[in-house]
């Protein structure tokens, strides 16, 4: 699939780049420098008129919106990692948040579950959107399925997502194996300097 790059029908959505996720418990190797590949895009975003959302995976201090992943991810609750106002759960420091940007919580994994993003999104007349984040095949996979089946356009970044080694999987085998998922059903995938590359053709031929 080869989909079309038109800038003011478009919008970045970064998943979770958190303390907790970037350079915390849940991080993976390199989630520094995915940060900083997010950021460089993001700039170029901006300055082509595409709106940046960036989301947050946060719980209510009581539990109240927990549900079943209190029982799937113990850890998380007991550890307090991704309670709303906790430390781990902020977005991460190095992370480049504009004014114009549109800050997003979400209960689940998927960005489109429980929130408002599909508003936010249609209300700005976007038709695609570029995801990036962390992790590969938790959070940024879910919400590239989910706005497939909403009938969103979706570009998922190859360089500017990561995640950890599950058991009996690497890191290296769960992002490869991801990716060709996503590119063969859900997604263009393509790295951050070919989307770039998209976006500064499309945003000079205007």
Known sequence: MDFPVVPKQMALVNVDLQNCFVEGPLAPADGLAVLERVNRLAAVCRSA???????????????????????????????????????????????????????????????FHDTDLELVLRGRGVDTIIISGIATNVCCETTAREAMVRDFRVFFLSDGTSGSAFPGASAAEIQKVTLATLGFLFAQVLTVDEMIAKIEHAAHAR
């Open 49 to 111: 008129g595409i709106p940046v959302v960036h989301t947050s995976h946060v719980f209510r201090p009581d539990d109240s919106n927990a549900g079943v992943l209190r029982e799937i991810a113990p850890a998380v609750f007991e550890n307090k990692w991704l309670y709303k106002g906790e430390a781990l759960a902020a977005l991460h420091p190095a992370l480049r948040v504009d004014s114009r940007d549109v800050l997003l919580e979400k209960p689940r994994f998927g960005a």
